[in-house]
């Protein structure tokens, strides 16, 4: 049974997301990026200290 709360495709747009920011050569989603995840998860992931970004990375990238 799969429990994950995103699907395959929004692990990956959070992931890439993640890794943009961290790296400082992403501020803002691409359109299909942000139509997957929505401005909700969008701003919260904006709102994250590096911290969280990186647990929220690593639990994400658990559920591939």
């Given amino acids: 049974m799969n429990t994950n709360p995103y699907s395959y495709d929004e692990i990956?747009?959070?992931a890439d997301?993640?890794?943009?920011?961290?790296?400082?050569t992403r501020?803002?989603?691409d359109a299909q990026?942000?139509?997957?995840l929505g401005?909700?998860?969008?701003?919260k992931i904006l709102s994250m200290n590096h911290v969280?970004?990186?647990e929220l990375l690593?639990?994400?990238v658990?559920?591939?």
């Fill in 12 to 14: 990956l747009a959070i």
């Fill in 17 to 24: 997301f993640i890794t943009g920011l961290e790296r400082h």
């Fill in 27 to 29: 501020l803002t989603l």
């Fill in 33 to 36: 990026a942000a139509n997957l």
């Fill in 39 to 43: 401005i909700n998860l969008h701003n």
């Fill in 52 to 54: 969280q970004r990186i």
């Fill in 58 to 60: 690593k639990d994400v």
């Fill in 62 to 64: 658990g559920m591939l």
